[in-house]
């Protein structure tokens, strides 16, 4: 392999490398949690930067809304990512889509807690990416 | 130059058609292995979670109706014309009753002719590869899952 092929590779591999790291500290990051309980109540925690779903016990549900809001001209791709043992739970009504610009979204996440979840904490992390749509 | 670059094609014309046989070929010997036509599955639904997630592929083994034992996770045709992937909770009057791990309620009770085999499983493991149904759901023959999802 050439030298020049091999730092137009390294060039490419370091600007892509920068772009996604740039995109992630971009990207909203929430925490969600909710903890399974016995007891037949529902308990509100009030939201802050977190997607907490309070206490719920099994086969009820809960919604938490994000509002998304695009102050600039440039449309952003949105795109949504789980992680945790919270994500097998957890919906989002959409994702993978355009917000075009200076326009507002309303994401709904909702939590339902089967029959089979065990009486514990379950957490993870929400990332919402906005990239922005040149293409 | 040209010696080299048919090598390399000769090559590549081996791995697409060694690819291509595994895609094609397996399915059929497991179905021969597995005594029945749906030797894979995807799961579709939520219902068996934890045990079995949305979009896990697993393996099936055709068995008869009074084979089954109660704890097993079994596939059978429901009065939709397709399929479930519920856990035996219990037999009676010769009747099976199977419920989702995740669903509050049971199952309407099916007879031993609706069962169409169980999932293999490992000593307390059920078969099951994360992710991989997604691909198989695309080539196979897909076994959907008609109960509650969530």
């Known amino acids: ?135 | 130059m040209v010696k080299r670059l048919t090598i390399g094609l000769i090559k590549f014309a081996i791995y697409v058609a060694f690819v291509a046989s595994a895609i094609y070929f397996t399915p059929k010997i497991l179905a021969k292995a597995m005594h029945t036509e749906y030797p894979l599955a995807t799961i579709t639904s939520g219902s068996m979670w934890p045990a079995l997630k949305v979009n896990d592929l697993i393996l099936m083994k055709g068995v008869s109706g009074s084979e089954v034992e109660i704890g097993q996770i079994i596939v059978y045709q429901n009065a939709s014309q397709g399929f479930t992937i519920h856990r035996l909770v219990r037999k009676e009057n010769g009747m099976l009753v199977t419920k989702g791990d995740a669903n509050e309620a049971e199952d309407s009770p099916i007879s031993e002719k609706d069962v169409i085999g169980r999932i293999v499983s490992i000593g307390t493991w059920q078969f099951h590869l994360p992710y991989l149904g997604i691909i198989a759901r695309k080539l196979g023959p897909k076994i959907q899952e008609l109960e509650r999802s969530y």
């Open chain 1, 1 to 135: 392999m050439g030298k020049a092929l091999k730092i137009i590779i390294w060039v490419v591999v370091v600007v892509v490398g920068i772009l996604l790291a740039i995109q992630y500290i971009n990207a909203a990051k929430y925490q969600a949690l909710v903890q399974v309980i016995k007891e037949d109540r529902i308990g509100v925690n009030p939201t802050g930067d977190a997607l907490d779903f309070g206490d719920l016990p099994r086969n009820k549900s809960a919604v938490r809304t994000v509002t998304l809001k695009s102050d600039g001209d440039t449309a952003g791709y949105i795109i949504i990512w789980k992680f945790g043992d919270i994500s097998d739970l957890l919906k989002v009504n959409r994702n993978y889509f355009t917000l075009a610009p200076h326009t507002t979204e309303k994401l709904e996440f909702s939590l339902y807690v089967p029959n089979s979840a065990e009486f514990r904490y379950y957490k993870g992390r929400t990332i919402i990416f906005q990239i922005p749509k040149l293409w």
